[in-house]
């Protein structure tokens, strides 16, 4: 059984818990660097950025973490989380503390919008067949991609779903809904690296 972590500072880590419980892997929560040894991947939800990056100030998890991430451990980041990752944003409002990078895109962070101007759109992924219905919420735009980064998914002509090597970004939030099928893939990718 793969063993997956979710960030669990902040933000929606209960409902990436529920989808991977769900779909047979073994979950832990990860707040401290202590939670990281033994884990194949980990995911980091959606929530509030710059809450995250306070909360886990002081407990040497993100320094830790982020050199975890670019020895190669499989990591998805969604909305917040993909924030935490990107080597580059379009604004300094996190300047001063730490967060993981190991992506190479550039994030503008609440791009799409405030909380009430959320919205689910219908988008095509590399992959799958037939479309899954994206939810954003105060959502980070994706800027630019690196030429290592594989774009899985798009949104009025913005990526919206992308991969490089171990690492996958959503600035959605795939984990509401029912529908797993973004989890089953990155499950199964992992699958097939462990
Ligand atoms: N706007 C949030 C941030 O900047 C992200 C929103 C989300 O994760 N739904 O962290």
Redesign the pocket.
Known sequence: MVRVGVLALQ?AFREHLSALDFLGAETRRVTRPEHLPGLDAIVLP?????AMVRLAAGTGLFPVLGRTIRAGLPTFGT??GL?LLADRLGDDSLDGYDRLGGLDVTVA??AYGRQRESFSAPVAITGLTGDFTATF????RILDCGPGVEILARHDGHPVLVRAANVWGASF?PELGEDLRIHAEFLHHLGAAV
Do not use: T, W
Not at 137 to 140: D, L, S, W, Y
């Open positions: 933000g959606g929530g509030e950025s710059s909305c917040a924030i962070r609440n919420i105060r959502a980070p939030h």
